[in-house]
């Protein structure tokens, strides 16, 4: 099986994209927030390979199957992460490879679902503590 190395010119001009944190003759490394990115503007309708375009990164340098697989890697990253908070659980302890920011979001709305819950306890509590009063 060929590998697809890429040249000292390719290497550098990837280097030089504010969305790649790491790159060597055979893989790329990308930013936390271009993870992230991605997977916002696919789920507004954007395909990776448009997405890939709009940050700078030549889609004929970096090839289709490259794309394809590291979007389908971020998305179901991201779907199994937000499966996981609606059954309840945490993924705190996950190393989430789309970002730190979508962990945080995912944790805050976890967080937020809580609170909601708490509240309904607490004015269920106050409710019942003004019908013994009474």
Same mark, same amino acid.
């Given at each position: =099986?060929?590998?697809?190395?890429?040249?000292? !010119?390719?290497?550098?001009?990837?280097?030089?994209?504010?969305?790649?944190? #790491?790159?060597?003759? +055979?893989?790329?490394?990308?930013? #936390?927030?271009?993870?992230?990115?991605?997977?916002? *503007?696919?789920? @507004?309708?954007?395909?990776?390979?448009?997405?890939? /375009?709009?940050?700078?990164?030549?889609?004929?340098?970096?090839?289709?199957?490259?794309? !394809? /697989? $590291?979007? %389908?890697?971020? @998305?179901?990253?991201?779907?199994?992460?937000?499966?996981?908070?609606? =059954?309840?659980? +945490?993924?705190?302890?996950?190393?989430? /490879?789309?970002?730190?920011? *979508?962990?945080?979001?995912?944790?805050? $709305?976890?967080?937020?679902? *809580? =609170? *909601?819950?708490? @509240?309904?306890?607490? +004015? =269920?509590?106050? %409710? /019942?503590? !003004?019908? !013994?009063?009474?």
């Amino acid at each position: =099986m060929k590998k697809n190395n890429f040249t000292p !010119e390719e290497i550098q001009v990837l280097k030089d994209n504010p969305n790649v944190l #790491r790159v060597s003759d +055979s893989r790329i490394t990308y930013t #936390r927030a271009f993870k992230v990115h991605l997977v916002d *503007e696919y789920r @507004k309708g954007k395909t990776p390979t448009q997405v890939f /375009r709009e940050a700078g990164f030549d889609t004929r340098v970096l090839g289709s199957k490259r794309i !394809e /697989r $590291a979007a %389908a890697n971020w @998305k179901e990253t991201y779907e199994r992460n937000i499966l996981r908070l609606e =059954m309840g659980e +945490s993924i705190v302890q996950e190393k989430v /490879r789309i970002g730190k920011d *979508e962990e945080y979001q995912l944790m805050l $709305a976890k967080m937020m679902k *809580e =609170m *909601e819950a708490l @509240k309904e306890q607490i +004015s =269920m509590l106050s %409710a /019942r503590l !003004e019908i !013994e009063r009474d």
